[in-house]
């Protein structure tokens, strides 16, 4: 089975500007979980999709916005960019919901806000 | 809402020794899970191990076991007969059973196995 991907790896935006990143789940996986990674703060859970709804939901503004589709690929949306949204952003995916399985983490996209 | 830290920012190891990563946490929470993640230069993140907290059994997998401490809430890591490909970032995180797949991660240890 091919792993997670994610879409694009390296990106580089200048403030202001929003931008959109793309998750692909391993196949037959319902879930999809996004977090951003930084020196500073560390990993952070944005926010899980499951079948197609936000079933979880981090400490982020309102900037920070996702979706799922119908074939459990998700995109999140970063508008307004801040310096401070430069990351690495994850991806992980999971079977389904309810009791805890195992997340499958993508490579990460970058993004560099100038 | 759940803590977890890791007290040991950096650490380093002779390879074929062992070492042991601290990790702990809090929560009022009873039913949960704990892991263990890898995450070397390349940057993608790697299950290490897992351990549920209704089992009173320590997790092992391979060369790696945890030492879980549920009532003093502590989960450390003991890698054995390290070897230079454990050289990476070690993430402590914790799983609430009924919030769905959210991790709540530790600041990570970064250790540096030496040759």
């Known amino acids: 089975k091919a792993g997670v991907t994610q879409t694009p790896r390296y990106l580089i935006k200048t403030r202001g500007q929003q931008v959109t990143l793309s998750c692909s789940p391993i196949?037959?996986?319902?879930?999809v979980s996004w977090y951003q990674q930084t020196p500073g703060q560390g990993l952070q859970f944005l926010f899980e999709y499951f079948s197609e709804t936000q079933r979880n939901k981090g400490n982020f503004p309102g900037r920070f916005s996702g979706r799922q589709f119908s074939n459990s690929r998700s995109e999140m949306n970063v508008s307004t960019l801040e310096l401070g949204d430069s990351a690495l952003y994850l991806c992980?995916?999971?079977?389904?919901?309810?009791?805890?399985?195992?997340?499958?983490f993508g490579p990460g996209t970058r993004l560099t806000v100038l | 809402a759940q803590t977890v830290t890791q007290s040991q920012p950096e650490m380093s190891v002779q390879e074929a020794e062992t070492v042991t990563l601290s990790c702990t946490y809090d929560t009022s929470e009873n039913n949960y899970y704990l892991f263990w993640y890898k995450q070397p230069p390349s940057r993608q993140m790697i299950l290490v191990i897992r351990q549920e907290a209704y089992k009173q059994q320590n997790a092992t997998e391979n060369r790696f076991s945890v030492n879980f401490q549920k009532a003093a809430k502590s989960f450390s890591l003991k890698i054995s007969d390290s070897q230079l490909g454990d050289t990476a970032m070690y993430f402590c995180?914790?799983?609430?059973?009924?919030?769905?797949?959210?991790?709540?991660f530790g600041g990570g240890t970064r250790l540096m196995v030496k040759p």
């Open positions: 992980a995916s999971s079977p389904g919901a309810g009791l805890y399985n195992e997340q499958f």
């Open positions: 995180a914790f799983i609430n059973n009924n919030a769905g797949n959210m991790l709540t």
């Open positions: 196949s037959g996986h319902r879930s």
